[in-house]
Structure formats: structure tokens, C-alpha cells
């Protein structure tokens, strides 16, 4: 990769721009300015979800941008209270009305239903992906995956579905690298996409990660990720800061060392979103 608009390929041979522009916790207003500036300054890859509150804060940034829908790889999310197949018809059709678009890119079911809730967890998942499939193969979808599920929560999923999902989007950084989440689902072909890869701000305070990124010369942010995309994941950069949005853009003129990448690797866990998709609440 070399620059913000390369691309990792999807399993159906559609192309994904290699960094991502987050939006999760931006504010109405700050996700339409955060978004037009960061489509200005080269990125072509938005992601953002129904559960955030900002569809149409983000639809109208891309508007205001002036860059062509379709050059915009979009994605958004299903919540967890539109679980079910025609929940999930009628959310996607209020996710198309928000973002004022006729398509969506990428469409992810946000969190596994899971057995500490449901009792029908999995027919609630299979339901919601079949409702995935059919928006798919209708062509208002053009990639579709999933969101925070662990190997046990995809194998039900995945002795069941006709279409394998194409992305697995998890939290990823150092100190939580979830090994066994990303193996099961490479196995099958998905593209990781690392959400929060800063740690929720976290990483940028660590020592360990200052020192080794100032032997680069660039912000532990950057470090960051750089790291995950050596990595061969995709990771969703988030910033209402312009400066701080251009600069997270700059990750493709310089390269990790082995040791380094290494010595990352083996960071012990020091912070992250405590979310855990067997316990939350939501």
C-alpha cells in the first residue's frame, strides 16, 4: 500500500480503499465537517453505523464534499434492536433514506446476538444475514459482513449462510490483537477491518509506543496505524480535527521494522474499549 486510496480486494473481487474514516462518538455537526474535510484530503473510505446517530450528518458531509458517490466506498451498520429479516429490510431502507443514497458499499451486522441474551441467537443472526443476502444479491449492497463476532459466534452463522461475509470488523491495537478471531475468519476469506485501532485515544499516551514511534518520526497515532496495516488489516482511522485528520492520512512513507512489529505484538493488554461481545448489555 502506498497511498490512501490503494485497496485490499474483497472476496467478491470488489475493491475497499486500505485506510478508513471513522465516525463513531463524532457529534452530528462535527461528523459533516469531519467528513467533508477528510474526502478533500484524499480519503475515499467512510464508515459509519445507524447506532451512532450521524447517517445523515455523514450523508451530508459527502454531499457538501463534492466528491461523486461513487467514487466513496461507504459503509454502515445494522443495530442491535433490528435484528431479525424483515427488521433488517425495513432499517436498511431508513439507513438508504439517512445517508441519502441509493446503495450502500459495505453493510455489517454491528454485534452478534448472543446466547447470555438470547435464547435464539443464532436464528436471530441467520435471520438478520439472510436479509443481508437478499439486499446482496439484489445489488443494493455491494459487500457484506460482520461486526464484533468471535469464532463461536460465526460458526453457526457460517454452517448456515449461502454467502460467506467478506469482512469481519473487530477491535484491534496493540495489546489486543484477538489472534484466534482473526485466524477463523481469514480462514474464510474475510478482510479484518480494525476499529478503534488507537486504543480510544489510549495508545497515543503509552511510552512504549511514543518511543519506538519517534525512531520514525512520526505521532503514535501513525504508529498505530501503520501497524495494523502492516498487518494486512484495514484500519478506521477517527479524528474531528482537521490537522489531526491529514495527518492520520500520512502512514504510506515509512515501514515498520520486523523487530519492531514484534515487539508490539507482544505488548501486553493496557487498555481498550472493555467491550466484550459475550457480556455487553446492548
Known amino acids: 500500500m502506498k497511498k490512501v486510496t490503494d485497496s485490499f480486494v474483497l472476496s467478491n473481487g470488489i475493491l475497499i480503499p486500505c485506510l478508513g474514516f471513522g465516525t463513531w462518538q463524532s457529534?452530528?455537526?462535527e461528523a459533516a465537517s469531519s467528513v467533508r474535510h477528510a474526502l478533500l484530503s484524499g480519503y475515499r473510505h467512510i464508515d459509519t453505523?445507524?447506532?451512532?446517530?450521524?447517517?445523515?450528518d455523514v450523508?451530508?458531509?459527502?454531499?457538501?464534499?463534492?466528491?461523486?458517490?461513487e467514487e466513496i466506498f461507504l459503509t454502515t451498520k445494522l443495530w442491535n434492536d433490528e435484528r431479525g429479516y424483515e427488521t433488517t429490510l425495513r432499517a436498511?431502507?431508513?439507513?438508504?433514506?439517512?445517508l441519502e443514497t441509493d446503495y450502500i458499499d459495505l453493510y455489517l451486522i454491528h454485534w452478534p446476538a448472543t446466547p447470555h441474551r438470547f435464547e435464539n441467537w443464532q436464528e436471530l443472526n441467520l435471520g438478520t444475514w439472510r436479509a443481508f443476502e437478499k439486499l446482496y444479491k439484489e445489488g443494493r449492497i455491494r459487500a457484506i459482513?460482520?461486526?464484533?463476532?468471535?469464532?463461536?459466534?460465526?460458526?453457526?452463522l457460517l454452517d448456515a449462510?449461502?454467502?460467506?461475509?467478506?469482512?469481519?470488523?473487530?477491535e484491534i491495537h496493540p495489546g489486543m490483537l484477538q489472534p484466534e478471531t482473526v485466524k477463523?475468519?481469514?480462514?474464510?476469506?474475510?478482510?479484518?477491518?480494525?476499529?478503534s485501532p488507537l486504543g480510544t485515544g489510549r495508545m497515543l499516551k503509552n511510552e512504549t509506543l511514543m518511543q519506538i514511534a519517534s525512531k520514525y518520526n512520526v505521532s503514535t497515532a501513525q504508529l498505530c496505524l501503520r501497524y495494523a496495516l502492516q498487518h494486512g488489516y484495514l484500519p478506521l482511522a477517527?479524528?474531528?480535527t482537521p490537522s489531526r485528520i491529514d495527518e492520520n492520512m500520512k502512514i504510506f512513507d515509512f515501514e515498520i521494522s520486523a523487530e519492531d512489529m514484534a515487539f508490539i505484538d507482544a505488548m501486553p493488554y493496557f487498555g481498550g474499549s472493555g467491550f466484550d461481545p459475550d457480556k455487553v448489555d446492548f
Open 27 to 29: 457529534p452530528p455537526d
Open 49 to 56: 453505523a445507524a447506532q451512532y446517530g450521524n447517517e445523515p
Open 59 to 69: 450523508g451530508r458531509g459527502i454531499r457538501e464534499s463534492g466528491v461523486p458517490r
Open 92 to 98: 436498511f431502507e431508513r439507513s438508504l433514506k439517512n
Open 145 to 156: 459482513g460482520i461486526s464484533n463476532f468471535m469464532p463461536h459466534h460465526m460458526k453457526p
Open 161 to 170: 449462510c449461502e454467502i460467506v461475509p467478506m469482512v469481519n470488523q473487530i
Open 184 to 195: 477463523a475468519s481469514q480462514e474464510q476469506g474475510m478482510l479484518i477491518e480494525a476499529w
Open 238 to 240: 477517527k479524528s474531528v
